[in-house]
């Protein structure tokens, strides 16, 4: 079956880090940007990172560059998302989503994307 497994969330004071696991399975992922996206509570989600297929260009929202960053394993099926100086704004559900070929604009919800997980909270205390 095709799906997508987000794990890794928890809770974590500020200032910690975190690392985030996507892995894929029962579709070619190898052709798919592979997106990160959050959602606080009463907030639009928003695209944090995301990494494309092909030239793996990653690209990320301005409020978590230079902080996060994504990478994937193709053989493995598997995108990561390494999570440091962690901020309370930086508190979610967080779904990582599939789109062929190419990311969409960083920040954006991600509406196009083809396939979601069911995500992972993490949480950031302060």
């Known amino acids: 079956e095709v799906q997508l497994q987000a794990s890794g969330g928890g809770l974590v004071q500020a200032g910690g880090s975190l690392r985030l696991t996507c892995l894929a399975s029962?579709?070619?992922?190898?052709?798919?940007?592979i997106g990160w996206f959050r959602q606080a509570p009463g907030k639009e989600r928003e695209g944090a990172a995301c990494i494309n297929s092909g030239d793996a260009k990653a690209y990320y929202m301005d409020s978590v560059k230079g902080r996060f960053t994504i990478s994937r394993d193709n053989a493995k099926g598997a995108v990561y998302l390494q999570m440091t100086s962690l901020k309370p704004e930086d508190t979610g559900v967080y779904y990582c989503a599939a789109e062929r070929w190419l990311c969409p604009t960083a920040g954006s919800r991600g509406d196009k994307m083809e396939l979601w997980g069911k995500g992972t909270q993490v949480t950031v205390s302060s």
């Open positions: 029962g579709f070619d992922f190898d052709d798919y940007a």
